[in-house]
């Protein structure tokens, strides 16, 4: 398929979307980012953590910002940070 018509297609199904479905996952499905769903939830939440500590924004403003709640961003936030203490070379070197 045309890059163009793959970039067209994509931004229909982006618009046309629920809320629930995130673009990156549209992009992914049209092969137009090179990111496994691991990666970017392992990007995503390192997100997170810089907009905790470095810009001080409560977790529910950053749940706003990701559709998740405040729990549940804090859930992944614990859940990365103990990941990266059990396998510090894995998460750090890939």
């Known amino acids: 398929m045309d890059p163009l018509a793959k970039n067209f297609y994509a931004l229909y199904e982006i618009i046309t979307a629920d809320k629930e479905c995130l673009p990156e996952h549209i992009f992914i499905k049209y092969g137009l980012i090179d990111i496994t769903l691991d990666e970017l939830k392992e990007t995503e939440t390192m997100e997170m953590k810089r907009l905790r500590h470095e810009e001080k924004l409560s ?7 990701f559709s998740l709640t405040d729990s549940g961003v804090y859930r992944r936030i614990q859940a990365f940070d103990k990941n990266v203490r059990q396998n510090p070379i894995s998460s750090c070197c890939k």
């Open 59 to 65: 977790l529910r403003k950053i749940g706003m910002m």
